[in-house]
């Protein structure tokens, strides 16, 4: 005799249904925004006109005529994919030519080219350290620098955010119990715009016989004089390890590590997350080469970039507005309520302007996160503080 076919009550799929209630019922649900426009000040959102403050597009370059056409260029030169791994068919003279512009652009001996900022720190922390070592990490790291302590198998523990006093303490702790250490942070925090204390971080690490491992991924064609970033800026020369993304001021896509010509060595032949991926198409790598070449020469960008900040900073402060740091493109405005700061960023939007509610799990408290560009004019930033003011 057959069995009965059983009539599943449930099945194993409905603890979404659970999962998605729950993040609506704490107000965390998020949707995407649909953009039909090129990379600009001006954006076409869900169908309508508005003025964007949400990008890190902070030179423009993602829009630039000169970027397009690498792309295209390298597009027509190399073909649209990278076709396999770089070490078996996937690396490309124009791969080679990304790393040297790279390691110029940082100083350093040599870099590698990953196909994200992400997949960058993934590879590289999980490559360098191991369940014997220690990290030690900004509470207030990127995802990708925590999601790569988990992946390394090494103990991570966090300092609190900025306070060298405790990063002091924890090394005096812990630090003698692991074989290497590595302390890891953003060099400008990606959602409250402050900076970190690189020069004092280094002198804790060069006393106690650590790694470090910054990520630049806000820093990178922002800050210093060719646009290296704040450990340029710093004019810290020691050796480091420096991650980033050609996807933000290089308005491209892919991520980079950068440093010593034994770490990148060491990289290529430990990286999991390098090693078995497609190479980055020639057109990430055609656009990213041709903004790099743009952020060292043209410092006019840059400082276009840092007036939009003094203005839209000097606003804030004229309507007693307070941002979490005023140093960077970067500026948060904390509300603390999720409800409010999700009206408040409602109310933008209907009055043309993007800037998103940033809320919990990313942030511990909501604000708006608001980021200029060197495209702004200074009437659109007018416009954002007179919506502010309201
Ligand atoms: C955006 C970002 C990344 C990830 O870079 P992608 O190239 O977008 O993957 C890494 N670290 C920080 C601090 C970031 O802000």
């Not at 998020?30 to 090129?38: A, D, L, P």
């Not at 960058?120 to 990127?142: K, M, Q, S, W």
Request: net charge neutral; hydrophobic share 40%; proline share 3%.
């Amino acid at each position: 005799m057959k069995p009965e076919p059983v009539t599943p009550l449930s099945t194993p799929y409905d603890w979404l249904d659970r999962s998605l209630d729950s993040i609506h019922k704490a107000n965390w649900y998020r949707s995407t925004q649909t953009v039909t426009s090129k990379a600009g000040a001006i954006a076409m959102i869900d169908g309508r006109e508005m003025l964007m403050f949400a990008s890190n597009n902070y030179l423009g370059l993602a829009g630039d005529r000169r970027l397009i056409d690498a792309a295209i260029n390298a597009t027509e030169l190399y073909g649209t994919g990278s076709t396999g791994s770089r070490l078996v068919t996937g690396h490309l003279a124009l791969h080679e030519e990304l790393e040297t512009a790279i390691a110029d652009l940082k100083n350093t001996d040599a870099a590698l080219v990953f196909s994200s900022g992400y997949l960058a720190n993934l590879g590289t922390i999980a490559a360098i350290v191991g369940a014997r070592d220690l990290i030690l990490g900004d509470e207030y790291n990127h995802s990708c620098l925590k999601k790569g302590g988990l992946l390394s198998g090494a103990t991570a523990i966090d300092y609190q955010h900025l306070d060298l006093g405790d990063l002091t303490a924890k090394l005096q702790e812990h630090r003698a119990k692991y074989r290497r250490c590595l302390i890891t942070t953003d060099s400008v925090f990606s959602m409250d715009g402050d900076l970190a204390p690189l020069r004092e971080i280094m002198e804790l690490a060069n006393q106690y016989g650590c790694m470090v491992l910054v990520d630049e991924a806000h820093g990178t064609g922002v800050f210093g004089d060719r646009g290296g970033g704040l450990t340029q800026a710093l004019g810290i020369q020691e050796n480091l390890i420096q991650v980033g993304t050609l996807s933000k001021a290089l308005g491209s896509l892919g991520g980079y590590v950068t440093g010593s010509a034994k770490l990148i060595d060491y990289l290529r032949n430990r990286a999991a997350t390098w090693i078995y991926t497609t190479g980055l198409s020639p057109a990430d790598t055609g656009a990213a080469i041709a903004a790099i070449r743009i952020v060292k020469t043209e410092n006019a960008l840059r400082e276009q970039l840092w007036q939009n900040v003094a203005l839209f900073k000097q606003g804030l402060q004229n309507l007693g507005i307070q941002a979490i740091a005023l140093d960077s493109p970067i500026m948060a405005i904390v509300v603390g309520d999720i409800p409010q700061t999700l009206q408040i960023a409602q109310s933008l939007k209907e009055n043309g302007i993007f800037a998103p509610a940033i809320r919990p799990p990313t942030v511990r408290s909501a604000r708006l996160r608001i980021t200029l560009m060197a495209t702004h004019t200074p009437s659109q930033i007018q416009k954002l503080l007179d919506c502010l003011s309201k």
